[in-house]
């Protein structure tokens, strides 16, 4: 009930009227709220001074998106519009495999950022061998640039699984600090991560020695259906579950700090990131682990 709400239950019993197996309804105030991250975004990017060729491109299709809200679809967008590669690599994208760091590379590819993908590879305990699978794939088909960096994040891994804290917080932290650390050793002046939360006037912020993060998908108040809908015609592989292996495996022995997992969930689905189905999935899959 925290998430559904009435007019979930309709949604869901007007699905098994129509024999569909899926649908998808957005409301009135779904559009007012994206219109309204949309605007921030692009005021927040027109204050930012800068003649790089992706940003410049990013402005255009935000632009694009405010005028055809209710009807704007990627694939036909990038069909009718082909921009201009930088000559020099403008971003260094957070690559992980999944769908949202896949689709912030598929865009700033379309966008001619030049990018070249970053994954940082702790092990497979959080980096799982089929999300190497999709990275190959993926930068092959784009004919991106792709570089693995080895880290260690044994402290992390032993203290979360001693029950210390929850990983996802600490393990984000060291991977940016990563990443930021790799632009900058570069001359890189741009990192993107695949954040979906941070929109409207934090969707690019400045960090050390000049670089600047662009939550690229938050900038374009991206929902998941939007998302899946550009990254399917990669053909990658999808995940069932939340999370990598760490964390179910901090789930199982520590069914108390799920509790952080569901706030996360919660709030990309306030922000209209998740879908209402999607969300309930998600949550449901912590319960199925087995001790």
């Known amino acids: 009930s925290a998430i559904i709400g009435k007019g979930g239950w309709v949604v869901g019993k007007l699905r098994e009227k129509l024999k569909i197996n899926s649908i998808h309804v957005e409301s009135y105030g779904d559009y007012l709220t994206k219109e309204y991250k949309l605007k921030l975004s692009k005021k927040t990017l027109n204050k930012f001074n800068s003649d790089l060729t992706g940003i410049q491109n990013l402005k255009k299709i935000l632009s694009s998106k405010l005028e055809n809200i209710y009807s704007f679809d990627y694939n036909s967008y990038f069909e009718s519009n082909v921009f201009k590669e930088s000559e020099k690599t403008e971003a260094v994208v957070a690559l992980s495999g999944g769908v949202d760091s896949s689709f912030s590379l598929i865009l700033a590819k379309y966008l001619g950022?030049?990018?070249?993908?970053?994954?940082?590879?702790?092990?497979?305990i959080i980096l799982p061998n089929q999300y190497k699978r999709n990275i190959k794939k993926l930068t092959d088909q784009l004919n991106a640039g792709h570089e693995y960096i080895?880290?260690?994040?044994?402290?992390?891994?032993?203290?979360?699984?001693?029950?210390r804290f929850h990983p996802c917080g600490r393990c984000s932290k060291h991977t940016e600090e990563l990443i930021n650390q790799y632009a900058i050793n570069n001359d890189i002046p741009i990192v993107i991560f695949g954040d979906m939360l941070s929109t409207g006037t934090q969707c690019i912020t400045p960090q050390e020695k000049g670089l600047y993060r662009l939550n690229l998908p938050a900038s374009l108040a991206v929902?998941?259906?939007?998302?899946?809908?550009?990254?399917?015609?990669?053909?990658?592989?999808?995940?069932?579950?939340?999370?990598?292996?760490?964390?179910?495996?901090?789930?199982?022995?520590?069914?108390?700090?799920?509790?952080?997992?569901?706030?996360?969930i919660l709030r990309e689905t306030r922000s209209s990131a998740l879908e209402v189905g999607e969300a309930l999935d998600l949550i449901w899959s912590f319960y199925n682990t087995k001790d």
């Open 113 to 124: 950022f030049n990018p070249t993908a970053v994954t940082i590879d702790p092990g497979t």
């Open 150 to 163: 080895k880290a260690d994040y044994s402290e992390i891994i032993r203290e979360s699984l001693n029950g």
């Open 223 to 264: 929902g998941k259906q939007e998302n899946k809908s550009l990254t399917q015609q990669f053909d990658l592989q999808s995940f069932s579950g939340f999370g990598c292996p760490l964390l179910y495996e901090v789930h199982r022995k520590y069914p108390y700090l799920k509790k952080y997992s569901i706030q996360r």
